[in-house]
């Protein structure tokens, strides 16, 4: 993948969700909040922080998980849907939290990519301390709603990663020890794309 696709891809909203074997250190590390570690952040983290740091803030004053911040894009804060505090697995937390509208095309893509903004702070922040990726497996559910919102809408998906399909396959990967039948829920979800 070329530096100007994944721009692209961010800049059009679309998360990356693409695994990089390289990684880079962050060169605008200072501004942004959520970034409090040290560890080398892969690649498309780091693209990723560089496209969203100015969309996303932090409450200081409150951590969620391994000490990252609370942050917030578009007045959705990361506590307000973190899955860690939830008695749900994280795949039924998401499977509830991020449900769309019944009619697929008529959920609030807006609202969608906010709520994945603080998934993707959160997730840098994680990896900027090295801490656990258990936030993964939601982080890539809203991704996949992305999708499927953008599909009911009429939107074309150019990156081949960042599809229904693909992502499908991210949260599937992801899922550990969820239940099959927590899986075949997903599953039905990706063939409800109208």
């Known amino acids: 993948m070329h530096f100007s696709t994944t721009t692209a891809a961010i800049l059009s909203l679309l998360p990356l969700t693409l695994s ?13 909040c959520f970034v409090i570690g040290s560890t080398t952040l892969p690649a498309e983290v780091a693209d990723t922080v560089t496209a969203i740091q100015s969309a996303v803030t932090c409450d200081t004053s409150k951590t969620t998980l391994s000490g990252v911040p609370d942050v917030s894009s578009g007045g959705i804060k990361f506590s307000s849907i973190n899955f860690a505090t939830s008695s749900q697995t994280p795949l039924n937390f998401a499977l509830t939290t991020f449900a769309t509208a019944s009619t697929l095309a008529d959920s609030d893509l807006t609202l969608f990519q906010n709520q994945l903004n603080t998934y993707l702070a959160t997730e840098a922040g994680i990896r900027s301390v090295g801490g656990s990726l258990a936030i993964k497996d939601p982080k890539f559910f809203l ?5 499927r919102i953008k599909t009911a809408q009429g939107t074309a998906i150019t990156d081949p990663g960042q599809t229904v399909e693909h992502l499908l396959g991210k949260v599937l990967n992801n899922a550990g020890s969820e239940s099959q039948a927590t899986k075949d829920k997903v599953t039905a979800l990706s063939k409800v794309l109208a």
Do not use: G, K, V
Not at 20 to 32: G, I, N, V
Not at 143 to 147: E, K, L, P, T, V
């Open 20 to 32: 990089a074997p390289t990684s880079h250190p962050l060169s605008s590390r200072a501004t942004a």
């Open 143 to 147: 991704s996949f709603q992305i999708a």
